[in-house]
């Protein structure tokens, strides 16, 4: 039988969710429902995801947005005709709560389980709501992750190159908190930024020149605090006008550094034949990256595809849907699937 109506699960890091997508016959997904519970307040006292109080809050949560799902698709759980979850790469605590739940889904309709790779379910993304080819190039830029892709297929992936560091949105979250702004880093930085001066300080775009598309933004982020220091001993602390400049500089320093890097994913790999840019993971919603990357992409003449900024972020839609390309070419899962926290692609 055919699997049309597929309920995920995505607990791999700090936001619960619970989704159904609907495969339609051109292969496209309509997502009927998208339920996405944060954490970021649980964590706020503590400088970053604690992966114990995230498994909690998982195992608490993932019920009630298995409720919420089904009854925003207007279906019950008989209906559904697989169950897709994120089997890694994440935090243990949070990708085991989400498999146990699937499995006990999966157990009690006897319909098909699949687990799906985080990495691939944003990989995806961009075929949910556009009818993009493959071989495509993706950029994905998250908190935890930073990698070009050439997206060949649905369980085909190619990395070109990443971060040998930092990802980009740890960065913006680390670099908020050296500016005393507010979690979620990237959202604030690049609120911040828009009354600053990128060009007051002189920050470093490294690996720009380096063969290859791997990048690093660990270097970036001390620049950023040696500059800070150094308003902070000669006025005593930062001004609303550093605390912009200073943004405003890095992110223009990670825009650089990711479309120049960009440029060379299309130059390195002229044979693969790549029209389309796809990004995706959280910093594909900060606007300035965007614009960047689709003047990268109209350079190649490829299309540039940036999913809408709710399915860039975390969310179970995408594993819905990577599930529900990846059924076309691959059996389920049984009750035996592990959750692995590393899982490359
Ligand atoms: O994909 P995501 O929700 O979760 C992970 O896989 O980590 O990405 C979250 C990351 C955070 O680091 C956040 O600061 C960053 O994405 N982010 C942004 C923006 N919105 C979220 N970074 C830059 N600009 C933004 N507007
Ligand atoms: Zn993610």
């Known amino acids: ?7 995920g699960l995505e607990s791999s890091c700090d936001d619960t969710a619970a ?3 609907r495969m339609e016959e051109d292969g496209r997904g309509t997502v009927l429902a998208s339920v996405v519970a944060g954490q970021t307040e649980l964590h706020a006292d503590f400088g970053g995801v604690v992966p114990e109080i995230a498994a909690r809050a998982h195992a608490e949560k993932l019920d009630h947005c298995v409720e919420d799902a089904l009854a925003g698709a207007g279906i019950t759980l008989p209906q559904i005709d697989a169950i897709a979850v994120t089997a890694g790469p994440g935090l243990i605590g949070g990708v085991v709560s ?7 889904l999966s157990a009690a309709t006897g319909k098909p389980l699949y687990g799906v790779n985080h990495l691939a379910g944003h990989a995806l993304t961009p075929r949910l709501t556009d009818d993009v080819p493959y071989p495509y190039l993706m ?3 998250s908190g935890g992750h930073c990698q070009f892709l050439l ?6 992936f190619d990395r070109l190159g990443g971060t040998i560091d930092d990802a980009p949105g740890e960065a913006f979250d680390k670099v908020a908190r050296l500016l005393g702004l507010p979690q979620l880093g990237g959202p604030s930085i690049e609120k911040c930024a828009q009354e600053g001066d990128a060009k007051r300080f002189a920050l470093p775009r490294p690996l720009l020149d380096r063969q290859g598309c791997d990048m690093s933004f660990s270097g970036l982020k001390t620049a950023v605090l040696r500059a800070r220091d150094k308003c902070v001993a000669a006025h005593g602390g930062l001004t609303r006008q550093d605390q912009a400049d200073l943004a405003a500089g890095f992110q223009a320093a990670v825009v650089e550094v990711l479309a120049h890097k960009t440029r060379r994913a299309f130059a390195e790999y002229p044979a693969e034949g790549a029209r389309g840019l796809c990004v995706a993971g959280g910093v594909a919603a900060n606007q300035s990256i965007r614009a960047a990357l689709e003047t990268v992409a109209a350079e190649q003449e490829a299309r540039f595809v940036a999913p809408p900024l709710a399915l860039c972020t975390d969310n179970a839609a995408m594993i819905a849907f990577a599930a529900g390309e990846q059924a076309v070419l691959r059996a389920p899962d049984d009750l035996t699937l592990s959750a692995r926290p590393r899982w490359p692609l």
Not at 151 to 156: K, M, T, Y
């Open 1 to 7: 039988s055919q699997t049309r109506l597929i309920l």
């Open 19 to 21: 989704a159904v997508v």
């Open 98 to 104: 989400g498999v146990m739940c699937a499995k006990g």
């Open 139 to 141: 950029l994905l830029v």
């Open 151 to 156: 997206v060949r297929g649905p369980e085909s």
